[in-house]
């Protein structure tokens, strides 16, 4: 009789280990279902980030020249220059290093993203303005 109930207690109990496999399982593979998704939204913003770094940095070199060729016609040019070269845009300010020597600064913005170049530019009386250090961020 003892052993009769003992039967009825754990096949009453083994009843209800198939839901409770079925929940462990569903859970495991929302758990893993969610890890993926967030993994491939990274590695997505991740490659979206590389593959715009050549045209920011073009972009930003843009700046550059056009910072150069203010220089050019006034190298004591001391206004904002802002321009945009396709889906991006550009905004050049200058410094004064010495009498002879200037600092371009071009922030290069393409979406979110931005990047900065600066150019060390000296006074030559022959040639004009010449670039005589380049300061990429890399």
Request: charged share 20%; aromatic share 12%; with cysteine.
């Amino acid at each position: 009789m003892l052993l009769k109930k003992i039967k009825k207690k754990l096949h009453g109990f083994e009843s209800g280990m198939a839901l409770v496999m079925v929940l462990v399982f569903t859970a495991a593979l929302m758990v893993y279902g969610t890890a993926l998704l967030s993994y491939a939204a990274n590695e997505k913003q991740v490659t979206n980030y590389y593959c715009q770094d050549p045209a920011k940095y073009y972009i930003a070199e843009a700046g550059i020249e056009a910072g150069l060729a203010a220089l050019q016609n006034d190298f004591y040019y001391d206004q904002e220059i802002k321009g945009s070269l396709g889906p991006g845009s550009f905004r050049v300010s200058f410094e004064d290093l010495s009498e002879n020597e200037r600092l371009i600064i071009s922030e290069g913005k393409l979406e979110e993203f931005i990047l900065e170049l600066t150019a060390v530019v000296l006074h030559d009386q022959e040639n004009g303005p010449v670039i005589i250090e380049w300061r990429a961020p890399f």
